[in-house]
């Protein structure tokens, strides 16, 4: 049993000292054994390549997320065939292989019902899946795959995906007990918590209310000393400061503190509501016959805590991907609608560093333990039933796959369907789990990302940052220029004296080293840009859309991803619908996006309407000035794009019938890269979250939609 939990710090839970309960994870360290120095790529995708391939994340073709690939080998976002998963190789060796959750391995451009499908978790050696093919979700109101058909939105009152994943989970092992109670399975549980979107159910947060009042600068220090009280820091161990560019919680006035600490409260809320629901699976998986026999592995997050709210937090997280960062005036009104579907928010930056207590930084920063070290529990009865211990040998994500294969006695495969395999660069740590004093296996590695930079070797960690994580525009950078820090790990737990000067020689040796090991794991050239990289025209990353300016849609149409429909982003385009209505006819014709970003053109209640959300902060609309009346029309929408060059600029929408014009308005400001990670394009209705809360999702088209025409400027 793998579990892998999302943007997670090692001072976030509790079962590692911090503040948002976990009474699940506290149970299983109780059973196994904690990993106290387990470390991952400090990003999603490539940590989640790492875990399944056993090899550095650019060799396996994943330098960064999917949406964010080059066409440089180590930056793809394929995950190429001589990098064989665990679950082929366990599922060639007669193990049943299930993935539940979230999975973002996928090619973005490749994600449409027309896939190609090698690269979707049947592709990687899984039998079964259940889950999002998206870096985040909204948490009630998801997009859903069962193996490569769209399940689509569930539109139950009461959802929410972690409860959904975990009762998924056990179903599937209910019917490998009940079918085949003989056979050996691999399941790998990945839910989406705790990434934003940071929503749970309101009296679950309603339980946290005033509990995060002391602020970020406090939750650090009782962290902190809570750490060295169960033993998971060492008593010498230092608590490193708060960034010089993140404030103070004493300097804030009365309404970011309000809507700080109710981000939390959301926050912790969201914590506790998935500890639970792994803790369903954990429960259930300890009470079948073989219990004893079944290898758990329960990884605490794929990174360190994100800081990608920004400095003041955000009602949207896709705003900073399209560098816009959110201001306090911009969330205060929706106070209370913050943990519910309607926003994507994320908290700020400053909580995000004190979840990763005691260390520096954050996710994406690779050159600091912030961002790359994460706790680790692993359980195994049979081998080793001594519950409670600590572990400290460094130990990476690469090394889980090679760990597994020992556990199940089968070797590392030399090929695999025909393919030459390159070699698994991790090291199995299974005699640890028995053997407190084993000697450290991995003595070694390099880390990269965003031209973030570390490298370790012997105790000795040199780490070199190129942009804090909160800031989305990133320009110019020289990485030969660029400032290097050392620090000596096995006399430093926290990473709190730079000994840069003190040491150089030790600085050049691993600087010399980390260019080394970079070349020879596909990790250059260093690319440093920020939003641009999610735009597939500027990077000219494959789009089904790409090179065409018209597009036919005939029938209703779900659940096409943003990377694979038209991109009206930056330009001017037309929407023609050829329909047959009612009078008071309402119905989605056409969306793309949703409540992070977008358009709809729909009818309500006999009127033509045609909507932008800009990144959740700015809402336009332009309705009709009449009724249409029932009968057979052509209903149109053109958006003209005054920007020119400028991304994100303004523009004027104008709606017809019948070629007629029936209403126009001015757009102010359009989303420049990217409308979502987890949106679709759909034709003939809305089953995600609306564009604009002036209609209700469901929205299924009321009559005949005959035909929908989107055109975009010649190419």
Avoid at 277 to 306: C, E, M
Avoid at 331 to 351: M, Q, R, S, V, Y
Wanted: net charge negative; proline share 6%.
């Amino acid at each position: 049993m793998l579990i892998l939990l999302d943007d997670v710090g090692f001072g976030q839970f509790s079962v590692s000292g911090g503040g948002v309960p976990s009474p699940a994870m506290e149970k299983l360290a109780k059973e196994g054994v904690f990993y106290n120095r387990f470390h991952t790529t400090a990003v999603c995708s490539p940590t989640r390549a790492a875990l399944l391939t056993g090899r550095n994340h650019h060799v396996a073709g994943t330098g960064n997320i999917t949406e964010v690939a080059t066409g440089y080998d180590g930056y793809t976002g394929i995950i190429p065939k001589d990098t064989a998963t665990i679950a082929e190789i366990l599922r060639q060796n007669g193990y049943i292989t299930s993935w539940f959750g979230k999975n973002h391995n996928t090619p973005a451009y490749e994600t449409s019902p027309m896939g190609p499908f090698e690269h979707w978790p049947n592709g990687f050696g899984f039998d079964h899946f259940y889950g999002f093919m998206a870096g985040d979700t909204n948490q009630v109101r998801p997009n859903l795959y069962e193996n490569q058909t769209s399940v689509g939105t569930p539109q139950d009152k009461d959802y929410y995906l972690s409860v959904d994943l975990a009762d998924k989970t056990i179903a599937w092992l209910q019917k490998i007990e009940a079918i085949q109670p003989d056979k050996a399975w691999f399941t790998y549980l990945a839910p989406a918590a705790t990434h934003a979107p940071h929503q749970a159910p309101q009296e679950m947060i309603d339980q946290f209310k005033g509990q995060y009042d002391m602020g970020w600068d406090a939750y650090r220090e009782q962290t902190f000393a809570r750490q060295k009280q169960l033993g998971i820091i060492p008593q010498d161990a230092e608590l490193t400061p708060r960034p010089n560019s993140l404030p103070a919680w004493g300097t804030l006035h009365d309404n970011e503190k309000q809507v700080y600490t109710r981000m939390m409260e959301v926050f912790a809320a969201y914590g506790l509501h998935v500890d639970q629901q792994v803790g369903r699976v954990l429960d259930y998986v300890a009470s079948l016959p073989d219990a004893d026999d079944t290898l758990v592995i329960y990884i605490i997050g794929d990174n360190g805590s994100s800081a990608e709210g920004g400095l003041p937090g955000t009602l949207n997280e896709n705003a900073l991907f399209n560098g816009y960062q959110m201001k306090i005036e911009d969330i205060l009104p929706h106070l209370n609608e913050i943990g519910t579907e309607k926003h994507f928010n994320h908290f700020p930056a400053a909580w995000a560093h004190a979840m990763d207590t005691p260390f520096q930084w954050t996710k994406q920063v690779a050159s600091h333990l912030g961002g790359t070290r994460n706790a680790m529990i692993m359980k195994w009865p049979a081998r080793y039933n001594k519950g409670g211990e600590i572990r400290s040998q460094f130990t990476h994500v690469i090394d889980v796959a090679p760990t597994i294969l020992e556990a199940a006695g089968i070797e590392e495969p030399r090929s695999v369907n025909g393919t030459a395999q390159t070699p698994m660069q991790g090291k199995s740590f299974l005699a640890s789990l028995s053997a407190p004093d084993t000697k450290e296996h991995r003595t070694s590695q390099y880390f990269e990302l965003f031209a973030n930079r570390g490298m370790y070797k012997d105790g000795w960690w040199a780490g070199s940052m190129a942009f804090e994580p909160w800031n989305p525009n990133r320009k110019d950078f020289d990485p030969l220029a660029a400032k290097w820090e050392l620090y000596n790990l096995d006399e430093d737990f926290s990473q709190a004296h730079n000994l840069a000067q003190e040491n150089p020689e030790k600085l050049e040796e691993l600087k010399t080293l980390w260019w080394t090991q970079a070349s020879a794991n596909k990790a250059l050239p260093l690319d440093w840009r920020g939003a641009e990289r999610f735009s597939a025209e500027l990077t000219g990353k494959p789009n089904l859309a790409g090179g065409r300016s018209r597009f036919e849609y005939r029938g209703t149409l779900s659940g096409l991803p943003e990377s694979s429909a038209p991109d009206l982003k930056n330009k001017s385009f037309s929407i023609t619908a050829k329909v047959k209505i009612a009078d008071g006819a309402s119905g989605m014709i056409f969306t793309q996006g949703g409540n992070t970003g977008g358009w709809a053109f729909y009818l309500q209640d006999g009127k033509l309407h045609a909507a932008h959300n800009f990144i959740d902060i700015e809402h336009y609309s332009v309705a009709s000035d009449a009724t249409i009346q029932e009968g057979e029309h052509e209903l149109g929408m053109s958006f003209e794009y005054h920007g020119g060059d400028k991304l994100g600029g303004s523009g004027t929408v104008k709606l017809t019938v019948d070629g007629r014009p029936i209403g126009s308005g001015t757009i102010e400001k359009t989303t420049p890269f990217k409308y979502s990670l987890s949106e679709y394009q759909d034709i003939g209705t809305d089953t995600g979250t609306p564009v604009t809360y002036d209609y209700q999702t469901p929205l299924h088209f009321d009559g005949e939609l005959r035909e929908v025409v989107v055109e975009l400027p010649g190419n």
